[in-house]
């Protein structure tokens, strides 16, 4: 049974940083490609970033590239999101989620799992 804990969401004030953590068990963790998603109430759940298997494919949302950085560590079977220069507009819940093939994906339907999400909130 997979299953995905994600941690270290909070409230900061814009300009500020955070990093999220996704500690993932179930099944081996460097053979699946990983993903960061986030939503807000009313709006379907958006990408933010995906990383491949073995780390070495990256790919991001423009609205977060050059501030966010994914990574993974699989000695930990966790999956990061550093986030810099956190903005209002990054407020939302950030869910890790984790597919069954080893390549990076944008796409939120060819994920199979998911976490229960954390709470990100950026002041003004």
């Known amino acids: 049974q997979v299953q995905l804990v994600e941690s270290g969401g909070g409230l900061v004030q814009a300009g500020g940083s955070l990093r999220l953590s996704c500690v993932a068990s179930?099944?081996?963790?460097?053979?699946?490609?990983m993903g960061w998603f986030r939503q807000t109430p009313g709006k379907e759940r958006e990408f933010v970033a995906t990383i491949s298997n073995g780390g070495i494919t990256t790919y991001y949302a423009d609205s977060v590239r050059g501030r966010f950085t994914i990574s993974r560590d699989s000695a930990k079977n966790t999956l990061y999101l550093q986030m810099n220069s956190l903005k209002p507009e990054d407020t939302a819940v950030y869910y890790c989620?984790?597919?069954?093939?080893?390549?990076?994906?944008?796409?939120?339907?060819?994920?199979?799992?998911w976490g229960q999400g954390t709470q990100v909130t950026v002041s003004s």
């Open positions: 179930g099944r081996t963790f460097s053979r699946y490609a």
């Open positions: 989620a984790q597919r069954s093939r080893g390549a990076a994906s944008g796409s939120r339907l060819e994920y199979d799992y």
